[in-house]
Structures are given as C-alpha cells and as structure tokens.
C-alpha cells in the first residue's frame, strides 16, 4: 500500500513532536524547609524483682532479674547527659532492707535504628551499692536518639530478713550535661 502524502505528513508531525518532547524538558526549582521543635530528654526504667527466694538463716546474695530500660535524646542538641539510679529500702510490713542492700551495674547501653553512636563513658559496670545516686552512665554527645541496656541487679539478704513480700522503689535520672 503506497504512503500518501497526508499520512507521511502526519507521521512526520507526530515524530517531531516526540523529537521535540523528549530533547526540551523544563526543570524547575523550589526551596525546602522544616523546622523542628526540641523534644526532651526521658528514660523508662524496667521492672525490677525476685520471686522464690529461699530464706536459710544466713546471709546470701540473690540475682534479681531486670527487663529492659530506655533513654530518649530528642531535645536535637549536641550536649550530653547523664544517667543515674537510686533506690528506697525495702519494706515488708515492719521489717526492712536497707537499700544499701541492693547493687546495681549496667552494661553499654545500645543505640536504637537512626541513634548517634555515641561511645558511653563511666559505665557502671562493677557491682555498686544503691547507697545513694548511683552514676550509671554519661554520653558525652551528640547523642541523640533511644538507647537500651538491662542493668544487672543483685539483693543482699540478710540472715535476720523476714518471709513476705518486700517492695521499694527505684529513682532513675537522666540529667543534660553542659
């Protein structure tokens, strides 16, 4: 079938355009901004206990187990913070164990996805009387993001403790450095 002259035109028409179309692409440019407000600096400290401990009339140390702990950077600034522990006496009725009974050590905590990996220094990692506030940690910064770690928890029992349900608290702290 011969080509006539009105489809030669057309298909040349046609190819011209997509010529066309495909060698003149227009960009365009815009400018992109976002601005962010400062979250804050926030832990989560885990559960804490023992169950199932054999009193025998004399002093024993006992494993407490612990689950995970948290602490939050979303304040976007590059300055550091600290972590600390402190604990109440133990308290079943009448009787008591002094929360210098209880001792604490807490391994490197771990950065969670998208976390600055921010090496920690002053890790607690030796057994530490809660005789006080105990230093846990200080991530010197920028540090931002979640981080977690389970701190390893020991009770001294002593030979005079009583049976029963003992409870007490926990006082963890996260304190912004300069």
């Known amino acids: 079938m011969p080509i006539t002259r009105g489809r030669t035109i ?17 960009a365009a440019s815009g400018d992109v901004t976002a601005t962010f407000t400062a979250g804050g600096l926030n832990g989560t400290a885990g559960e804490v206990s023992a169950t199932g401990i054999a009193l025998t009339g004399a002093e024993q140390d006992v494993a407490l187990t612990s689950t995970p702990w948290s602490a939050t950077d979303g304040r976007g600034v590059v300055t550091g913070w600290s972590a600390s522990v402190a604990a109440s006496a133990l308290t079943n009725g009448a009787s008591t164990i002094a929360n210098s009974a209880i001792s604490i050590s807490t391994p490197d905590p771990t950065p969670g996805p ?3 990996a921010t090496p920690f220094t002053g890790v607690q990692s030796i057994l530490a009387a809660l005789t006080g506030s105990v230093s846990l940690f200080t991530a010197a910064g920028p540090n931002g993001g979640t981080y977690t770690f389970t701190p390893l928890f020991s009770l001294h029992v ?12 926990l006082t963890y702290t996260l304190t912004p450095t300069a």
Do not use: Q
Request: no cysteine; proline share 3%; aromatic share 4%.
């Open 10 to 26: 057309l298909a040349l028409a046609t190819a011209g355009l997509l010529a066309l179309g495909a060698s003149s692409a227009l």
């Open 114 to 116: 998208s976390a600055d």
């Open 158 to 169: 002593p030979a005079n403790a009583r049976a029963g349900s003992y409870a007490g608290t």
